[in-house]
């Protein structure tokens, strides 16, 4: 497991859009914007699904995921394993606030973060941080 730094984490957290991206087991990618986004801990991130299709199908299929955020010149890319929740009280909290946002919830991906990377701009680009 890696971990978040306070810095990632506050980033993660004020960029109103991220990049989710899944693959099929024969590795066809799929990337989406994700905006109902949460950091549980220095370890896990939450993502609500509202509208995922064929993101859901990927996940079912391959757990392995990456998200990508950045704002300006600042950014990381988040790789990691993730399950899927569609009951308990994580899944409830998560529906109650994406219903306040005027939308359904169909389930909540908890990512177990694997591996940390930025993506910022210049020599250390795509260079390993956690």
């Given at each position: ?35 109902a986004k949460k950091v549980i801990d220095n370890e896990t991130l939450l993502i609500s ?37 569609t009951e308990g009280p994580r899944f409830e ?38």
């Open positions: 497991m890696a971990e978040m730094t306070e810095k990632i984490k506050n980033l993660f957290e004020q960029v109103p859009i991220a990049s989710l991206s899944t693959a099929t087991t024969d590795g066809i990618p799929n990337s989406v914007p994700v905006g699904n509202q509208y995922f299709n064929k993101t859901l199908e990927n996940i079912k299929a391959n757990p392995k995921v990456a998200v990508t955020f950045w704002e300006g010149k600042e950014g990381y890319q988040i790789k990691g394993t993730t399950t899927i929740e909290k998560t529906c109650a606030w994406i219903k306040e946002k005027g939308h359904t919830c169909k389930g909540v991906l908890i990512i177990k973060i694997d591996e940390i990377f930025g993506v910022s701009p210049g020599p250390g680009a795509g260079r390993k941080l956690a």
